[in-house]
């Protein structure tokens, strides 16, 4: 009957490192998710080799745990946030997810190009530049009770664009490498599919919610509230892949979308323990996927961080444009907030690793530049935060 | 961005079978593991094939999520349990673990050789009958609110003794395939390892949580009480393995502990969305493993259902007389609170096939009348429980 017994060992170093982690950085004044992301990285393979995650594949306990776990925590943001909320900096969004793509692929582009890649694999190479992942500044916001500001709601509508345009930017990249040209028609497709299905899903099923969220609470029915939105999420999770979207889209739609029913404080209540238990895998198994050996020589450190020099500065000058409108302060917390890459950049590195576009060095110096960027962000981003107080509330939306 | 979408949907089925075959259960009068049991074997290789649980390895993102669910429940029916109820009836435990072990694995070694195994073998084939699966009557005992019963107290505490017993017995058996006799000396180290960590854990864990649970509540940790039992239940879980028990005994030790915590209201309301979400992966994934094909032939369903019957009459024979201190209609409660297998017997059906002991068919009559016993108890269970409303509450522990 020792059936299992490894994964609960790995289960149970995972959890305690992230406790402990998280217990230190807060200590020092920083996220815990800082702490959780170090953990991370000390129980991996760079350092004590407790956990060994897979770089490429996906499907591993660990992995699909994690997966689990920002799911749910995109899904948990989403139940803060109003659709009504993020109609209000609508534009603004707009601007900060089409600067914080374009800055970044054309600085990205010209980097990779610098370095020897030819036109087509430098555009490959600039889309591991682009995507933000959303759920390492979404957990600082939530860890700071800052979800509620104007600066959240336009990162938070900004990063759903941005996982548009950085499908989009990777689908034609990849139909470049071909050397096949690309199929506009095709591209128009996917971006109807893409933003049809937010819509759809965002507009229409919040109206359904709040018109209708009694039958939730039908008391004959053994369901509770949490069970059918939880369904809801992992449902929603899917089905924003199948238009090629993140799985986390479609979670932070569902978690809106259950925010307009009455049993919303109810639920914000009982996702709690399950953020509890579930998301530190996701932040302790990104941090032990940071490979410190690839770093060891000097040459590849300083390409690293030029490179993660140009991804943060390309994409916080995209976001600080784009969010001007907001004051010069709340820019720079929108700029910040769309810096870390996190997992998107490692899924990235990994499509162009397996295309045969990257060599071994430039998929350990992507990896780590994205996984670099999404440790270096909270700390700035909560300083920023508090340093700013509650002046952001009152700026006016765009 | 498309990755782990594959899981997604899995999970999004699994999910949602476990919520329809619930309720549809609940409209039928039949405790709702029953439905999420049915809806795994409807959704598995057997007719839908939506899903495909490995037979022998444990090591799949579904299994992993299945065991997850299992540790939590147990851990949270010892959230619901106290060592002091435990101790009361001690005695009643003790006898309905030793003869539950006793008689099915007399009458299981009967049949076996009956069949025309030689006895070392029939002996390994019986062992498959003695394990009892305390996740489905839990759950069960759970669903009926039924958990603060004498009953339901002797049926944990035999659980556990029977799960001692079980292991040793497993141990023995296998030795005895080699040929090479069993080492008494190991025996008694194997079990004085599992009984020293129940009594250090249960008695020593429960003294430092009465006395000292104040340091849970310290206003200066970030960490809730929630983590720390969290971190608790997977720590236990993994070391009771390492003594050589099921994790859910190490999980159930860790509820009773923290159940004599000042916060054991909290902790078991914080468990509520925990069970909700994990749970109903052990029971569909339980459920899929049933495997209808194997079972076509006239003459294995014969097999399968005398299996079945000598699975079910030895175990209830045992428990009752073990219980008959309690009442006759106690007993019968506490008889049929130790039928199923569950997952138990399918484990050892495994070890049998990979030990060369176990013919194909055996592996899949044991299987079966394994998955079998769990599918038939809930509803008998339930329907004892009711006929007897609350008269066994008033019975006399032994």
């Known amino acids: 009957m020792h059936h299992a017994s490894d994964i609960l060992l790995s289960l149970f170093i995972v959890f305690v490192a ?131 500001r104007t600066e959240s709601k336009v990162i938070l509508g900004a990063a759903v664009i941005d996982d548009i345009l950085a499908m989009l930017l990777l689908g034609v990249v990849t139909s470049l490498q071909g050397g096949e040209g690309f199929d506009l028609v095709h591209l ?14 965002g507009w229409g099923g919040s109206r359904v919610m709040r018109w209708n969220s009694t039958w939730l609470e039908r008391p004959a029915s053994p369901h509770s509230p949490l069970m059918i939105v939880l369904a809801l999420c992992l449902g929603l999770a899917y089905a924003s892949t199948l238009v090629g979207l993140a799985a986390i889209i479609g979670a932070f739609l569902a978690g809106m979308i259950a925010s307009e029913t009455r049993q919303q404080h109810t639920l914000e209540q009982q996702t709690q323990p399950l953020l509890a238990l579930l998301t530190p895998f996701f932040f302790v198994i990104t941090g032990s996927k940071i490979d410190l050996h690839q770093l060891a020589s000097g040459e590849t450190l300083l390409s690293l961080l030029l490179v993660t020099a140009i991804a943060i500065v390309s994409k916080l000058l995209g976001g600080f444009v784009g969010a001007l409108s907001l004051g010069k302060r709340s820019a720079t917390v929108v700029g910040f907030g769309m810096v870390p890459r996190g997992e998107v950049g490692v899924v990235i590195a990994s499509l162009g690793l397996s295309a045969g576009v990257f060599s071994d060095r430039i998929y350990a110096i992507i990896v780590a530049m994205s996984l670099l960027t999404a440790m270096v962000t909270p700390p700035v981003l909560a300083w920023l935060l508090r340093r700013q107080g509650d002046d952001g509330a009152e700026a006016k939306p765009g």
Do not use: Y
């Open 18 to 148: 992230a406790q402990i982690g998280g217990e230190i950085a807060q200590r020092l004044k920083l996220p815990g998710v800082v702490g959780e992301i170090a953990a991370g990285c000390i129980i991996g393979p760079s350092l004590l080799g407790w956990i060994v995650p897979e770089q490429t594949a996906t499907g591993t306990p660990l992995d699909v745990l994690a997966e689990i776990g920002v799911v749910l925590l995109l899904f948990s943001v989403g139940l803060e946030t109003r659709l009504e909320d993020l109609k209000k900096v609508g534009t603004t969004a707009m601007l900060v997810g089409v600067l914080g793509v374009l800055v970044p692929f054309a600085l990205g582009s010209l980097w990779a190009h610098g370095s020897g890649f030819d036109w087509n694999k430098s555009l490959f190479v600039a889309a591991a530049f682009v995507a933000t992942s959303a759920g390492i500044t979404a957990r600082v916001l939530q860890e700071l009770g800052a979800l509620q």
């Open 188 to 201: 128009l497709v996917v971006l109807g599919g893409a933003v049809g299905f937010i819509a759809v899903i």
